[in-house]
Structures are given as C-alpha cells and as structure tokens.
C-alpha cells in the first residue's frame, strides 16, 4: 500500500479523523442490523424470511447471519437503546455471548450509558477468567473417557492423537500396515487385547504370590490361633460421602457460580459419556434448544436423546411449534409425511442431507443410501408400487 502523497487518509477521504467515533458507530450500525434480523426471522416463516434476505440483496453468508443473530438474542435487553453498547466492539459483544461470559451481560442491563465503557467490560472478563480459572483448580480432574457417539447414537471408541520423540508408534503401525495389509483399527484390537491379558495375568500373578501359604508349623499356627478365632466376625465398612456445594457470594454478580468448563483435551473435543449410557440431557435445554435453535442443533440433540422429543415439544408454544416446523427441511417434513403415509417405516440422516431408509415390514435397513434430491421421486415410485400391489 503506498503512502497518500497529498494528504493524510481523513482528508482525502473526508471523514472524521478519530477512529473511535468510526468504531463506535460501526458497532451501532452492526447491532441495527442484529435486531432486524432478528425480527424478520421470528415474525416470518422461514421461507418468508428467506426471500426478505434476498430481496435485500444479503450476501454475507450464514456463517455473518448467525453471529449477528446471536448478538440479538443476548442483547435483548438493548434492543430499545442499542447506542448505549456503541463503545464496546463487535468482537467483545461477541465474547459476551459465550455461556462462560454471559452473565456479565446481566450485569451492565441496569448500568447508565457513560458507564457502559469497553475498560469496564474488559475489566470483567478479566476477573470472570480469573473466578473460571480458580474454579477449575478446584474441581476434582475429569475422568479420561475415549467413548464417542455418533449421530445415530451408537457408541465408538476415539483414541487421541499420538506424539513421540521417536515415532515408533506411527513407524511400527505403518510397517504392519504395508507388509502384513492389516488395518489400523485391527493393529490396535490386537495390541490392546495383548496388553490387557499380560497385565491381568501378572495381576493374578502378584496376587497368588501373596496369598498366605497354609503350610506352617505347629509353633506358629499356635501363636496366632487366638488371634485367628478373634477375627472370625468381619466388620463393616463404612464409606462417607461429602457433597461440597460451593456458595456464590450474593454482593458480587460476577462471582455467580453459573459456567460452563473451560476444560481443554484432546480426550474432551466431544462431551465424555459413561461405559453405560450417555450423560442426561437436561428437559430444560432441549426445550431452549427447540425454541431458539437451528435445525442441525434440534436433529443433534433429539437423536441422541429421543426420550425427550415428545416432552420437550408438548412444552412449546403453538407460536414456537410452527418456528420449529417452519425451519424443518423439507425433504424431512417429506419423510415424515411417507412414515405417515406408511410408504416407509423409518428414517435416518446419515451424512449431511444423505439419509437412509426402512421399509414397513423390513427388519434391515436399505443397502443403499439416497441424497436429498433423490428422496421425492423414489417415494413416489415406493407410493406408485403400494397402490399397485393393494390393486392386485
């Protein structure tokens, strides 16, 4: 970029020399845009607010309209009075949306504008990192779970990444790989199966080494048979449990125990589950994540928890029953006409906009699997091939 040879940049632009003012405007203009987004799409359906976005001439992307629709959605309280947030930037507004930072918003609602200044939220996060960060140091460390589950709901184990000075790891894998063809997932079945019999075995080992020998003198077996008859009743043990609640300090907002972990491992990039069954979901978030959340967000949780779907729905408004159908997509509401219908029996997505397909009286699911686009024409063809059949 080369230097302006006649004047400075405002000049030659014509705009004001401050940069703040231009920040600070920007960030109104950016939280304008949030609301009426936010409006169009809670007003209209979601083909309605589809064709308001294109008539506008919107070509930011999803990725912009989700950013500013969740700054909406934690400012709602501003909604009437935007400019008082003008100092604070976009990127900061963002942060405070976060689950861990949240509750600083509730904080500045009742603060006077001239208050509301980027140092004073700045200030926050900083002492709320500090609160988070103590907290972790006194929480008992997360138990290392490799379990995952897919989007089915079916279990799968996930090994983190492996890093050694040496790469024998990554070296002998390989070697088995190239000259003995065998898969990955096979090299470590068999290593680890290998490892947990030596260790059981020594185990076991240890274990009849130790045991008391039951060839003994006479003098000895004399000198502890007091002792022996003495112990013939076996005591209780007794296991006390400790439940620490911690107390948040009422005079400090900041220091309410309300976050989430900030917990970061390679065993953690997915929430852990337990050998049994996945951790609870509470009807509470599947209920917000109907009324508020995207479509990959509601299909996500309720395939992992379909015991909540009907409570949850039963929960909603007619007003948030019809937001829910209205960003369904409609090879789904399709679908679920054909189940109806009894075409098919169920249904599953298996890859983005790929599902698969059960017909009524089938115990296995269909070999193959169908994109989105070609879902109307073979269950016409499934529709046309039921009639004839009743015909005959």
Known sequence: MQLLEKSTYSQNQDINANPVTHLENSTVEYLHASFLLYEYKNNHSKKEYRHLLTDFGWDKGSAEEKRALKIALHFQEFAHRPQDL????ITVLLRLCSDNYAIIIRLIEDFQPEHITCDCILHFINRRKE???????QQPPEPLSIWRRNRQ?????????????????GILTQKLIDEHGLLPQQIIREAISDLYQKLTQEDNDTYEESAPSTEADDGVLFENSELY????QSEDNCVDTFVN????????????????KEYESEYLEEPIESDVE???????????TLIYGEWQEIRDIFDQHPHLKEHAWNSLTDPQKQRVIDITPETVKI???????????EYKEVGIRVYQIKLPGKILWEQRTFHEIEIPQYLEALKEKMLCSVSN
């Open 86 to 89: 003008k100092q604070i930037p």
């Open 131 to 137: 609160i988070l960060k103590q907290e972790k140091s």
């Open 153 to 169: 709901g079916q279990r799968y184990a996930q090994f983190p990444s492996i890093h050694e000075d040496d790469h024998q790891t």
């Open 229 to 232: 008859s003495n112990n013939n």
């Open 245 to 260: 609640d911690k107390i948040s300090d009422n005079n400090d907002i900041i220091d309410a125990n309300h976050t989430e």
């Open 278 to 288: 996945l951790q609870e979901l509470p009807i509470d978030k599947a209920v917000q």
């Open 335 to 345: 679908l679920n006409q054909a189940k109806r219908d009894r075409i098919i029996a």
